[in-house]
């Protein structure tokens, strides 16, 4: 086991699932489309969205928590879960960066939608990509159960909506120029963000035929590094630059939004992360080495430079 830098071996991994979403996302999203059934520019501005890099963490997660149950056939089902997944990360993305919202040029390194395209194409993008990811998961293709398929379409649905993603966005926007509590900023970080990295480990157990038991821990572990992330995100924010992340950096503390950094510092944020890391460590403590990638990635979130 490493114990400072996330080893090669799982960068290696992380690129590899990565290109194995990008490759299902080109698929999906077809450029070409010789009946003109779909409108092209929606499409472009879709590929814009999806297909401009990321580190395709959360279908990592999907497909690794899936891996956990069998040597490989498992994560084959797993990936369109991954896909969907995926979708709704990147819809949240596009969305957050309008105007109405975080009002955002940069993403990824790469004009964001509405600067690529227009505002009404990219709300509408975000629109279609949210909507699509419970299409690929509901397809009778995926070989999946249908009470698993109808388990993983109620744990994305969740995760993205009122009480997840869009719960703790509004949350977030409300909190603008607020001296928020420290509760409220662990309840808006959780939904906001570790909602759905948590969904990601949730449903890589339910593609992968896990028990009730292995989906409630590795809920857990999602939960925990869900948290991992967005201290770490909260860290780079403070202290990285628009060259490292691909996006504009500092925008918190200007917005006049309290962080856990802002309440307890950077000493304390690293410590936590220390923390967390041994947490998700214990969580795993089961699957022994089929589990070693998930143990370098809850290190990967905690010491992540981008
Ligand atoms: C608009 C409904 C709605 C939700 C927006 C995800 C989100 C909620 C806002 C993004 C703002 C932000 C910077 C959140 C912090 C954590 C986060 C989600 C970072 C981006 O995720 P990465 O680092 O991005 O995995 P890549 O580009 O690698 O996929």
């Given at each position: ?57 959360r279908?990592?997660l ?93 744990v994305?649905?969740a995760a993205?909506?009122?009480?997840g ?25 959780a939904m906001?963000t570790g909602a759905l990295i948590r969904a990601a480990c949730e449903v ?14 590795l809920a857990h572990y999602g939960e925990i590094i869900g948290l ?79």
């Amino acid at each position: 086991m490493k114990t400072s830098d996330p080893g090669s071996d799982f960068l290696a991994n992380l690129k590899s699932h990565g290109e194995q979403t990008t490759a299902f996302l080109d698929r999906h999203f077809a450029a070409g489309d010789p009946d003109g059934l779909v409108p092209r520019r929606l499409v472009d501005a879709i590929r814009h969205g999806v297909l401009n890099g990321g580190k395709r963490f959360r279908p990592f997660l999907v497909l690794e928590v899936a891996r956990l149950f069998g040597s490989g056939d498992e994560a084959g089902n797993a990936l369109p879960v991954a896909a969907a997944l995926e979708c709704i990360h990147c819809y949240s993305l596009i969305h957050d960066d309008l105007p109405a919202m975080d009002d955002d040029d940069m993403r990824r390194g790469q004009p964001t939608v509405h600067k690529a395209f227009d505002e009404a194409t990219a709300i509408l993008a975000g629109d279609a990509l949210l909507t699509e990811a419970f299409a690929i998961v509901s397809d009778p293709e995926v070989n999946i159960g249908y009470e698993s398929k109808c388990a993983i379409i109620g744990v994305l649905a969740a995760a993205s909506g009122l009480s997840g993603m869009v719960g703790g966005q509004m949350f977030d926007l409300m909190n603008e120029n607020k001296n928020a509590s420290e509760t409220m900023v662990v309840r808006t970080q959780a939904m906001k963000t570790g909602a759905l990295i948590r969904a990601a480990c949730e449903v890589g157990s339910l593609a992968g035929g896990g028990s009730p038991e292995d989906r409630a821990r590795l809920a857990h572990y999602g939960e925990i590094i869900g948290l991992a992330f967005q201290l770490a995100d909260d860290l780079l924010d403070e202290t990285s630059n628009m060259a490292a992340m691909g996006k504009q950096t500092g925008k918190d503390a200007a917005a006049g939004k309290r962080t856990l950094i802002s309440i307890h510092g950077q000493d304390w944020a690293r410590n936590r992360l220390g923390q967390l890391v041994e947490e998700a460590h214990a969580l795993l403590e089961p699957y022994g080495e089929k589990a070693v990638m998930l143990r370098e990635a809850a290190r990967f979130v905690a010491e992540r430079g981008n």
